[in-house]
């Protein structure tokens, strides 16, 4: 949950919009899909993974990234500048294991 909360923060910081989406559902794997979009300025995800940008625009996602993958979850960042962003957060529940995979949203 913190890691759903903390990727709307973007979006109030950085989008340069006033609102955002959240979208949560489970799949028959049993991962959890949190889904956070927005129609703002958007950015370049590869310079987020490249670490391109200055620190203290990219921690934010850094540590989601870092907290998803600790459970055994992940991160998905789509966006283009000028095209908002949306940010697919994945977790296990109900006792995933590794191996298993989830659908695609």
């Not at 927005?38 to 490249?50: N, Q, Y």
């Amino acid at each position: 949950w913190a890691s759903s909360a903390q990727a709307c923060l973007p979006q109030s910081k950085h989008a340069c919009t006033s609102s955002a989406r959240l979208q949560m559902s489970k799949d028959d794997f049993g991962f959890l899909q949190i889904s956070v979009s927005d129609h703002g300025v958007g950015f370049d995800p590869a310079r987020v993974a490249e670490k391109d940008l200055d620190a203290v625009d990219h921690f934010g996602l850094f540590s989601i990234q870092e907290r998803l993958e600790i459970i055994g979850g992940y991160m998905e960042i789509e966006s283009s500048p000028g095209n908002g962003a949306v940010f697919n957060l994945v977790v296990p529940v109900d006792g995933q294991t590794e191996g298993s995979s989830p659908v695609a949203a």
